[in-house]
């Protein structure tokens, strides 16, 4: 059973806690930590930089968002645990990635809700995630996956990403305001 802070609008504990799924159940705001992979390749054709992004195609087995491509790494934060040390679980965790916390660099912050159903059970989310971006040129052969959590992973090229999202046409659980957000803070 995960046992989350209760966290008010800015990500701060009020000092209560909840079982994650009664949080989803119920719609109480809680932390999460997005952790998203980002590489800079030669594309050939023109012979300038691209910004790649790795997705995870979540497992058909999640409570929510099944067989849809997610963030490269994220993950619900324990009670009593801070954003920064959760990136780094959730990288080993889903990715076999071993991460610094000085490696991570801040992004931004979202409240994020949606309210949805899935495996006819309602899911209300109400999140407050830190973003954080990973400079790692690695090959998806490198990547240990955690198969309980996702299927695959893959790398998508950043700007062709965001126009297809906004299209509608990847099969994404993304937020386009998110992808942006790490456009715009790559080095």
Known sequence: MEILDIVDENGNPTGETVERKKAHREGIRHRTSHVWLVRKVKDM???????????????EDKDSHPGEWDISSAGHIPAGFDFRESAIRELKEELGIDADETELKEAGIMNLSSDNIFHGEPFLDRQVSKVFILEKDLPVSAFKVQESELSEVKWFELDRLIEETKAGNMGTCLRVSELEIVRNNIT
């Open 45 to 59: 054709a023109s012979g300038k930089d691209i910004v790649e992004i790795l997705l995870q195609k979540r497992s």
